[in-house]
């Protein structure tokens, strides 16, 4: 597969590494995080995407991300990249993000674009789960 | 590690050449040695050419115990499949239009099929029983009035699963059927008896058996006579069926490879079974496999394991010092998983968690006992980052969860 080496080199980093890039859970149920889940294991991949949230004025900031996923490796690049961009970020300017953006950085190739699909989704899902809570 | 040379367990989709076939090769090239034309008469360089041509064609034969003027050369065995299917399909075509495939034929077998589909055949494809094992008894039931030709495997490449093709062959006998068989993963591997088995047509591959890519043979039986319309015209060469002028080097190393084959096919064997028992111990001690394929009837040069939770590109990511092959989506070019695995009729997801595992001639002990540390640690890994494996553990039934598939 070429994959680029910025793909490769998130993707080992995260298997060494696996805290130092997010991969984690927070408890769901928590009022401060949102969970996002989008994929099928049938299609090879599912991305689950946990934000936590602190508020400051009218503003939600993203405190901290922890993320699963099963996938390419690609797939586990892409969250990963998406982890370190929300971090920091008010859930209006999280909102922004696209796949784009990540499908950029990471220089998918283009059958892999559908996995920054997938991790725009699972960041929407997330925002979404966050909200309803408050 | 360093930037040593990968392990190499993928056999299955080639072999390296054998370093006396290669010499053999050599001496087929260049002025200084013999570089003739195996069809020029009129000169030494051409008589030459012919019999090196002429041994390497009784070598290929003498393994399989066939007739040497049973064998056709070709450029590989795709290009064998081809021949054997379409060249009986457009020869026998008045006496019906109805073929017998299955589901796991490689590729080779299949585009062919569908080919000839679009040409008004009729075409019934297999399913394999869920050890990845066509029947007799799957074969008896979809034959036809109109049924010309049978074309099943022998060895199917993904599972390493071994088709009964001796009883089928009887089967096909007995309704005046032609019986082809796909035996690009045999050769070397287990004994091929031409002189007993009901086949009427069997495609080989060199590179499969420590031969050069590129060269490959059909067997196309004399008594009962088998006809097939050559599908490459030019010549006339190969008594008609494939006109071309013979790879003489490439014909020289497939000879020389299968002559070795047959010599140490018993001790490969031996090696390669001691490797599988030890990778099979020593894999089943990690959670949540799948063996692929029935594992009391397959050869042990080919192990299939599909690794639950994990998705196998990133596996294989992950064992970046490794060389094997898996039934992912993310590794075809078609985003589909194996059609192989789907066809045993297990969920999607253990096709997109599987590697296939190969061993072969040069694979050392070490190599095995290197994967295999690699590997669990590479799944647990994985593992840790696996969703789905989080919800296993957290006792949560996969298949009852909604999923939004993207």
């Known amino acids: 597969m070429a994959y680029s080496k910025k793909v490769v080199d998130k993707f080992e980093n995260t298997l060494k590494n696996p805290e130092k890039f997010n991969v984690g859970r927070f408890d769901p149920k928590d009022g401060d995080v949102g969970t996002g889940m989008v994929g099928a294991p049938a299609c090879g991949d599912v991305m689950k995407l946990q934000i936590k949230c602190k508020q400051e004025g009218n503003q939600h900031i993203i405190e901290d991300v922890k993320f699963k996923t099963y996938g390419c490796g690609s797939a586990i690049a892409s969250s990963a990249e998406l982890v370190e961009m929300l971090i920091g970020k008010t859930l209006d300017e999280a909102k922004e993000i696209k796949n784009k953006d990540l499908a950029e950085v990471l220089e998918l190739p283009p059958i892999k674009i559908h996995c920054s699909v997938l991790a725009e989704d699972s960041i929407k899902q997330a925002i979404e789960d966050y909200e309803s809570k408050q | 590690m360093s930037k040593s040379k990968p392990i190499y367990l993928d056999y ?73 299917i379409k060249g009986i399909a457009n020869f026998y075509k008045t006496k019906g239009k109805h073929i017998i495939t299955s589901k796991i034929e490689h590729k080779a077998v299949l585009d062919p099929c569908r080919q000839l589909e679009r040409h008004g055949f009729d075409v019934t494809y297999l399913e394999p029983n869920e050890g990845g094992v066509i029947t007799p008894g799957a074969v008896r039931d979809a034959i036809r009035e109109d049924t010309i030709l049978v074309s099943i495997m022998h060895i199917n490449n993904e599972l390493g699963t071994i088709n009964d093709i001796a009883s089928i062959g009887e089967l096909t006998r007995e309704n005046g059927i032609f019986f082809h068989v796909d035996a690009a993963q045999s050769t070397g591997k287990v004994d091929i008896d031409l002189s007993t088995l009901k086949v009427d047509l069997m495609s080989f591959s060199a590179h499969k058996t420590y031969g050069p890519k590129g060269i490959g043979a059909l067997f196309v039986r004399r008594k009962p006579r088998v006809r097939i319309e050559a599908q490459i015209h030019g010549g006339g060469h190969e008594r ?41 111990e020593e894999v ?85 006992g290197n994967t295999l540390k690699l590997l669990s640690n590479v799944v647990d890994r994985l593992r840790e980052l696996s969703p789905l494996w989080e919800m296993h553990l957290d006792g949560i039934d996969l298949d009852t969860v909604e999923w939004q598939a993207h």
């Not at chain 2, 070598?59 to 021949?83: F, K, M, Q």
């Open chain 2, 12 to 84: 299955a989709s080639t072999t390296p050449i054998d370093e006396r076939v290669a010499e053999k090769m050599l001496e087929y090239m260049t002025f200084n040695n013999n570089f003739g034309n195996a069809a020029s008469r009129s000169h030494s360089f051409g008589w030459q050419a012919d019999e090196a041509v002429e041994l390497a064609r009784s070598h290929v034969a003498n393994l399989v115990n066939c007739d040497p003027r049973e064998i056709v050369w070709t450029s590989g065995a795709t290009e064998a499949d081809n021949l054997a």
């Open chain 2, 240 to 280: 008609g069926m494939r006109s071309g002028t013979l790879a003489t080097h490439q014909i020289v190393g497939m000879g020389e490879a299968f002559r070795l084959a047959k010599e140490e096919m018993k001790s490969d064997s031996v090696k390669v079974t001691e490797f599988h028992e030890y990778f099979l």
């Open chain 2, 284 to 368: 089943k001690k990690i959670d949540e496999i799948y063996i692929n394929g029935d594992i009391q009837n397959k050869v042990p040069n080919i192990l299939n394991v599909s690794f639950n939770f994990i998705e196998g590109e990133s596996l294989i990511m992950g064992l970046k010092d490794i060389a094997v092959s898996s039934g992912s989506a993310c590794t075809s070019a078609s985003l589909e998983p194996s059609y192989v695995l789907r066809a045993l009729g297990r969920k999607d997801e253990l096709a997109h968690s599987s590697i296939r595992f190969s061993f072969g001639r040069f694979t050392t002990k070490d190599d095995v």
